[in-house]
């Protein structure tokens, strides 16, 4: 195997994730390989971070309810699980908090599902990034996170934002599960 071209090597001992070797024989591809990397070095704080607020928000809280519901059940096999909401569901065979007793919550989960649209939809980007730091800390390692598309569009950047928050995270984002479409699923490495 024969070097075709260097690139310099750029670092940025804050934010640095490891190393990228780019290999390909067609030096163009290289060259456009290095350019999309170098755009994703430029905006990766830009996909968590848009500083936009959702001041509209049209919540429909019993469809929302209903989809939580449904998730629940759909994820019971994957063991215990925790509802981080805006309100309690009735009824819902699972241990649930509200977004401001989540301090309360002591030991990990299996799976954590977030139901937050209101209170975070006035947020500043920064107090949302804070806000699932402190969610994705209740997780097991091998453990799931569920971000409905009904929390991830209140999100910098909705679920663009939200896979990028995760991955900045060391948190795997997994294939979508059948029945569970719209969407971001992640592991705890």
Do not use: W
Not at 1 to 25: C, I
Not at 45 to 69: A, R
Not at 137 to 142: A, C, I, P, Q, R
């Amino acid at each position: 195997m024969k070097l075709l071209k260097s690139f310099s090597k750029t670092q940025d001992l804050e934010t640095s994730a490891g190393t990228v070797y780019l290999v390909n024989e067609d030096p163009n591809q290289l060259q456009k390989d290095v350019e999309f990397l170098r755009s994703i070095e430029k905006r990766a704080f830009q996909l968590v971070l848009s500083e936009e607020l959702h001041d509209e928000v049209n919540i429909e809280e019993d469809k929302i309810s209903s989809e939580i519901e449904s998730l629940i059940n759909d994820i019971k096999a994957y063991g215990n699980c925790l509802l981080v909401s805006e309100s309690i569901i009735d009824n819902l065979e699972t241990s649930q908090v509200l977004l401001e007793d989540l301090d309360g919550i002591k030991g990990k989960f299996d799976c954590i599902v977030v139901n937050l649209n209101r209170s975070i939809s006035n947020k500043k980007d920064d107090e949302t990034v804070r806000i699932f730091l402190n969610i994705f800390n209740k997780v097991k390692v091998g453990g799931l996170i569920f971000i409905p598309q009904t929390t991830y569009d209140f999100m910098p950047n909705s679920r663009l934002g939200a896979e990028a928050l995760l991955t900045l995270l060391d948190f795997k984002i997994e294939l979508p599960i059948h029945k569970l479409n719209r969407m971001v699923i992640a592991s705890k490495e």
